[in-house]
């Protein structure tokens, strides 16, 4: 692993958290350092001053230098980026944006994201969209996914070949089971077919290098304060000129446009100004990347957390004599590692009880918390590495899980 004095338990002080608490998901809501709170106040200060000012004029100069300084983190033009809440706020507004004839199709994998899963069910009731399921069983080599999704285009364009697959959508690097996804050769084999691209990449921007130019999805999504040190809320929306006309956001405001083809589009005015909001986070992405780069930057920080998720989830596994989720290409594991639970199930508990009690009991009994879920039928825990983390902890998480594992199967 990276050896740095910057790194590990010693830079906690840097962050919120409580002393005692050892923090091992930052994947579900990120963490915001000590340093970014005062940026984030005096822009609010601004907004409470001269609020007219602010929101007519201000506002925007600000938005325009954050832009650019992102659009250089993840490589592309920065008229084509446009600030949201967050991922599933981005993944609604494409998927209810486009044009959609009854019984067309929707590429989609088994391991989506809950809230886009309830997006999907809202384009089959409200849309008559179909969905054409990719079911994932991992571990699987990137070649294996890239298999199947193949075999099921192929299947479904052989079936019903006046039937399009209006679009894909996909992730960069899956919420559970928390595993890199080969989201740039699936940007280009859908491509092969004539099917748009949605890569939800909520977990991406500070967990994995981001080149979308040279990627080049049809429309891309990431938060900003998942990964990349960003106060919550803020991601992102990436959409290339030549799909620009065809996105709108999920709340139309005064800034709707109607576009014809060959007619600029809108995207930016309607993006810009969702109506009166806090736009102050958004406005941290400067200072967020300045705090990045302090502790050595993009390739250090990433560096670090990949080793360490790796060596961890080994560690915890060996603990357990489970095994860590990885493939034999072991392309899977980025910052987060994903580790078979030593619990059965005996008593066939529902799985939403069975993840709350897992929760409950690692945050108020013994001041930690992963991501417990169930994958084809086995349970695992993702376990997130960030820079205030080190081995202690996922010996600590380790030590602790065996004993509430003891506890659920009695």
Known sequence: MTNSVSFGRALRPKFFFEDKFVPLNNGSFGSCPRSLLPVLHDFRQKMEQLPDLFLQHDVFLFLDKNREKLSSLVHCDPEDLAFILNASYGTNSVLRSLSFNP???ILCFSTVYNA??????????????????????????????????????????TAEPSVPIRVAIFDAISSVPGVRFPFE??????????????????HAAGQIPLNL???????????????????????????????QGLVHPAVINSSYKRTSKGEASGFQGEFVWPGTIDFSTHLCIIAALEFRQSLGGEEAIQGYCNDLARQGGQLVADRWGTEVLENDDRTLTVAMTNVRLPFANKQNKPVGEVTTAFKEKWILEHATVGQPYCHNGTWYVRLSAQVYNDLDDFSYFAEATQKICKELEE
């Open 116 to 157: 886009v899963e309830s997006n999907l069910a809202f384009m089959e009731d409200h849309h008559k969209a179909k969905l054409v399921p990719v079911v994932l069983t991992y571990p699987l080599s990137d070649q294996d996914i890239l298999d199947l999704a193949k075999e099921t285009i192929e299947r479904e364009l």
């Open 103 to 105: 019984g067309d199709k």
């Open 213 to 243: 130019r040279e990627a080049d999805p049809d429309f891309f999504v990431s938060n900003l304060h998942k990964w990349l040190f960003v106060p919550r809320a803020s991601a992102f929306l990436y959409v290339p000129k030549r799909n």
């Open 185 to 202: 050769a699936m940007i280009k084999l859908v491509r092969e077919y004539k099917i748009l691209s949605l890569v939800d990449g909520a």
